[in-house]
Nanobody, 126 residues
Framework: QVQLVESGGGLVQAGGSLRLSCAAS??????????GGWFRQAPGKEREFVAA????????YYADSVKGRFTISRDNAKNTVYLQMSSLKPEDPAVYSC?????????????????WGQGTQVTVSS
């Protein structure tokens, strides 16, 4: 079992930055979580993929809407995955949730992940 807890959300002006953290507990992150992902869900919309990082090779993957503005990273010593968000836009507000895949099969699809955090709210003011 893996428990995921997000933090770092809040209110930021358009063009500003936030760093989200996803702390994992229950199992050693580096030995158990094969892919760490971030998704977001805005009111009235489906949950959508934002970014993912693969443990085996460190490769990162991004939605086109955030490419060049967001950066996903992980610190195995801290059992944490981060999402650095820069140049935030009015279309970025949502509840951001982190997800963990333990089978090395997940990437872009929300149904491919095994564990989810509760989410953290990101609000962007114009």
């Amino acid at each position: 079992q893996v428990q995921l807890v997000e933090s770092g959300g809040g209110l930021v002006q358009a063009g500003g930055s936030l760093r989200l953290s996803c702390a994992a507990s229950g199992r050693t992150f580096s030995n158990y979580v094969r892919v760490g992902g971030w998704f977001r869900q805005a009111p009235g919309k489906e949950r959508e993929f934002v970014a993912a990082i693969r443990e085996s090779d460190g490769n990162t993957y991004y939605a086109d809407s955030v490419k060049g503005r967001f950066t996903i990273s992980r610190d195995n010593a801290k059992n944490t995955v981060y999402l650095q968000m820069s140049s935030l836009k009015p279309e970025d507000p949502a509840v951001y949730s982190c997800a963990a895949d333990t089978r090395a099969t997940a990437l872009y699809g929300r149904y491919e992940y095994d564990y989810w955090g509760q989410g953290t709210q990101v609000t962007v003011s114009s």
